[in-house]
């Protein structure tokens, strides 16, 4: 490996970690040492990152020896033990957990958005809910332009939002259903087979679930403006890969249709399909390894004068985890450049 940093994933065999060694890999980012970290199960296995196989250690407090970068995709519990350890030990830590997301003290960044929150990290920086990412891409310019004064938003997430064992039950029901056999239900409130269900994380306050609750807060921390009002309904799809929004934004200035798509079509990883005479535009699979978010079926609301509807697709895995983390990473390791 070339000269670079010392950096460790923790939680390198779940689905983000695998995606951060993939995207690690393609970027070429200057790594020196890449140590793998995750439970004691899954010590032992070897993963291929540049060629080479290396191998997954067990998640000590020793582990962050020397190490630059922590980059953290686990529970919020193992997050919260161990992300104040790396930190201590020198690291600077991306957790792309719940754990410190709302903390005053700890930046929520969205490299695209609000890049200059990593100014004030103070060794952990948050990462935010797969969701919220690419609608804060969406809504920061046309809150810039516009104002934005209100947010009704649908999500249509797909089962790699939770995880790979959610990814094999949908396998699994689908086969057995095709088959004619019951689909039986262990990671998931219900079945999702050829099924939608509308509870993500657990309910809570006036009957909203945890997700919806993080979309909420989340965008207004990332906006840093608390006056953006917003609802959120988060729905479970029968897709593998990649998620899907509904978004009626209302602003306080007007703003046209044809406003909207110049100013999305210029935005920085936003990528604009809207043809919809030739059924032109974003879907789950025209997302799935690409790093833009998608937006189309751009329209005006008819029911207010100050509203727009559009539909916005995004890769999970890759924008909504993944890639994010590592470019947070690059703007760091300009900034020590400079």
């Given amino acids: 490996m070339q000269r670079g940093y010392q950096v460790a994933i923790v939680g390198a065999t779940g689905a983000v970690g695998l995606e951060l060694l993939n995207i690690l890999e393609e970027r070429e980012f200057p790594i020196a040492c ?47 033990a161990f992300g104040p350890i790396a930190a201590r030990a020198g690291a600077v830590v991306i957790d792309d957990s719940s754990a410190f997301r709302m903390d005053p003290q700890v930046p929520l960044v969205v490299t695209e958005v609000n890049p200059h929150a990593l100014r004030r990290h103070q060794g952990i920086i948050a990462h935010p809910n797969c969701s919220t990412i690419p609608l804060v891409m969406i809504l920061k310019p046309l809150h810039l332009l516009a104002q934005v004064r209100r947010v009704v938003v649908a999500t249509y997430q797909s089962v790699s939002g939770a995880g790979a064992r959610a990814v094999e039950e949908l396998d699994h029901q689908t086969r057995a259903l095709v088959a004619g056999e019951p689909a039986h239900v262990s990671v998931l409130p219900q079945q999702i087979a050829f099924n939608c269900v509308p509870q993500i994380d657990a309910f809570g306050e006036l009957g909203y679930t945890g997700e919806e609750w ?125």
């Fill in 34 to 80: 890449l140590s793998l970290l995750a439970s004691k199960r899954s010590v032992g296995r070897t993963l291929s990152f540049a060629g080479q196989g290396l191998p997954v250690r067990e998640l000590t407090e020793q582990s962050f020896d020397d190490i630059d970068f922590a980059l953290f995709s686990v529970s919020a519990l193992v997050s919260k």
């Fill in 214 to 338: 993080k979309m909420v807060r989340e965008t207004q921390k990332i906006l840093e403006d608390e006056s953006i009002r917003m609802s959120s309904t988060t729905v479970r799809v029968p897709v593998f890969r990649g998620h899907s929004e509904a978004v009626n934004i209302e602003t306080v200035h007007k703003v046209s249709v044809h406003q909207v798509r110049q100013l999305l079509s210029t935005a920085s990883g936003v990528a604009v399909i809207d043809d919809p005479e030739k059924s032109q535009y974003p879907m789950p699979i025209t997302a799935v390894g690409r790093d833009e978010v998608f937006v189309g079926r751009i329209r005006e609301d008819p029911s207010h004068d100050h509203a727009v509807n559009l539909w916005l697709v995004s890769d999970n895995l890759r924008k909504g985890a993944a890639l994010n983390m590592v470019q947070i990473m690059e703007l760091l390791c300009a900034e020590k450049r400079r």
